[in-house]
């Protein structure tokens, strides 16, 4: 079955490069997602990539995708006390529906 | 554009009783989902629809029913709440494609 597998916490220091990771199983995925979640808010799509890219970057945002060992990452530069948030991994693939498998999340603490 | 509306934001509800979850979108979206957010997880889908008149069960459909009469609608029925449906619920819209979900603010269920 999909499996998308994320560390829990990250703290990084404001000005810094933040990098988040992500791991999955489904060899079939299409797009892959990074969303982001503030408190008590909804989710926020940030960026995707298709399967067939090995990198996108859209601003201070960096995405690599290596295919090989289906490892996902999102980089961000310059981190800011705004960027505090949990982020979300997701992956989807055609035929389903473009139904998102969910990783765990990974919170992200910006410090001063 | 409003996007995807969720209402209410907050409930409590005692152990048995049933409740409704609405949601609407305006983005004239084929593709609609409900997913629950447990404390320190990712999102599990719960049911889903691909167009109005056409449901179907996700990873954790059991205690719920949905209906899509509407494009715009898809409700989400608790009948007999159990504790264990204490949860936030979120609800999405999609196109088929690239660019992801977008999801409403959330509903925060407590069920005591």
């Known amino acids: 079955g999909e499996d998308v597998e994320q560390s829990l916490f990250l703290s990084v220091r404001e000005g810094d490069s933040s990098v988040i990771n992500c791991t999955y199983t489904?060899?079939?995925?299409?797009?892959l997602y990074w969303y982001k979640q503030e408190p008590g808010a909804g989710l926020q799509l940030l960026t995707y990539?298709?399967?067939?890219?090995d990198m996108k970057q859209d601003q201070r945002l960096t995405v690599l995708l290596n295919k090989k060992d289906k490892h996902l990452s999102l980089r961000i530069a310059d981190t800011q006390t705004g960027d505090s948030a949990i982020y979300f991994c997701?992956?989807?693939?055609?035929?389903?529906?473009?139904?998102?498998?969910f990783g765990t999340g990974t919170r992200l603490q910006v410090t001063l | 554009n409003a996007g995807v509306t969720q209402t209410p934001k907050f409930r409590i509800l005692k152990i048995g009783q049933s409740m409704t979850l609405q949601c609407t979108q305006d983005?004239?979206?084929?593709?609609m989902y409900w997913y629950r957010q447990d404390p320190g997880m990712g999102l599990k889908l719960i049911y889903y629809?691909?167009?109005?008149?056409?449901?179907d069960k996700g990873e954790v459909p059991n205690g719920y029913n949905v209906s899509r009469s509407t494009t715009e609608d898809f409700p989400l029925r608790l009948e007999l709440a159990a504790p264990s449906q204490t949860s936030v619920y979120f609800c999405?819209?999609?196109?088929?494609?690239?660019?992801?979900?977008?999801f409403g603010q959330g509903t925060r269920l407590t069920v005591v």
């Open positions: 629809s691909v167009g109005a008149g056409i449901t």
């Open positions: 983005m004239n979206h084929n593709y």
């Open positions: 999405a819209s999609s196109d088929p494609g690239r660019e992801g979900a977008f």
């Open positions: 990539i298709f399967s067939n890219m």
């Open positions: 997701a992956e989807t693939h055609t035929g389903t529906a473009s139904k998102l498998t």
């Open positions: 489904d060899s079939s995925s299409t797009y």
